[in-house]
């Protein structure tokens, strides 16, 4: 059976940087409590007339460049996201038609900041049964619209951007190894956007009530999300016969660096065997880790052979993790 291998990255940030400074004069804060709670420093934030859509398709080109590939290649568009463009069709479609890739099937997956890692999953069965030869997955994410900027709780955590990756079904050693996703849908209401959907429909009562902003429970969502993201990267290795020795980088989802601390003394990994950006761009959700990836080997810190895992956690819950061999 052959793997599922990337051959290119890419990553689009929004030229607006919102720093904590920025944040002190907007809600009841300062830099010092941001960064001690969180280690953000500042976020990426899409310009007005930037669409989910615009994100998603400027990190693609820049993969596509890389895979040295044209868009009539690829054969399958997988976007994880919660902030499409539109509640339907799915921003995946609205990708296909930009890029031109006009004999590549296309779709959405919702599954919070495990969605890049849900979509290069389902991206992965298709190659290595020989149903697609290349796939472009993708998380992008316009946080930014569906956050209460009065909640001081929220707004420091999040920020826009988008990162993708070329998939190619090859022989060899070398891609996807192992994937492995999960949900538990009983802890929904921890991490949610209540508006607008059919529970809560479009209404002047709901704006004013604020359904359409990101609500989360923090403390309760920081104690699974730990447990989540360790448990996920042990089965990946078990399940590949290997340890955290053998890994040479993690590419966790970057929520905020308490949670990547933890996860990275519960694993017992070396100083920068973690990789972690969430400094300079805050929670993008679904787009974190192809953003950190992408980043990573553009600085040609990975090198044909690695290991190299992704592992992620978000609302749902949902949780995941992909071993691969670069």
Avoid at 249 to 278: C, E, S, T
Wanted: contains cysteine; proline residues 2%; hydrophobic residues 45%.
């Amino acid at each position: 059976m052959k793997k599922a291998r990337i051959i290119g990255t890419g990553s689009y940030l929004p030229e607006k940087i919102l720093t904590n400074f920025d944040l002190e004069k907007m809600v009841d804060t300062t830099n010092e409590w941001v960064t001690a709670r969180t280690g953000i420093t500042e976020r990426r934030i899409a310009a007005d007339d930037e669409m989910t859509s615009d994100l998603a398709v400027k990190a693609s080109e820049r993969a596509m460049e890389m895979a040295g590939i044209t868009a009539d290649e690829i054969d399958l568009i997988v976007v994880g996201t919660i902030t499409g463009d539109f509640p339907w069709p799915a921003t995946a479609c609205i990708v296909q038609d930009k890029l031109g890739a006009k004999k590549a099937a296309a779709w959405d997956v919702s599954a919070a900041c495990s969605g890049f890692v849900y979509a290069l999953a389902s991206a992965t069965q298709y190659l290595e049964t020989g149903r697609a030869k290349k796939a472009l997955v993708i998380g992008a994410e316009i946080l930014s619209r569906v956050i209460d900027w009065e909640d001081r709780n929220t707004c420091i955590l999040f920020g826009d951007g988008a990162g993708a990756v070329v998939l190619e079904a090859q022989d060899g050693e070398n891609g996807v190894l192992s994937t492995h996703i999960h949900s538990d849908g009983s802890h929904w209401q921890l991490l949610y956007q209540p508006g607008f959907g059919s529970r809560h429909p479009a209404s002047v009562a709901g704006i004013e009530e604020r359904l359409p902003f990101l609500h989360m429970a923090g403390n309760e969502v920081f104690k699974v999300a730990v447990r989540s993201l360790y448990d996920v990267a042990n089965e990946a290795l078990n399940a590949n016969d290997m340890t955290v020795d053998d890994l040479h980088l993690l590419f966790p989802h970057q929520a905020n660096r308490r949670i990547l601390d933890a996860v990275n003394k519960r694993l017992g990994l070396r100083d920068g065997q973690m990789y972690v950006n969430v400094g300079l761009c805050g929670n993008t959700s679904g787009a974190s880790i192809p953003l950190a990836l992408d980043e990573a080997n553009r600085k040609g810190l990975i090198s044909e052979g690695d290991v190299v895992m992704l592992d992620a956690f978000g609302g749902g819950f949902t949780w995941g993790s992909v071993l691969l061999r670069w």
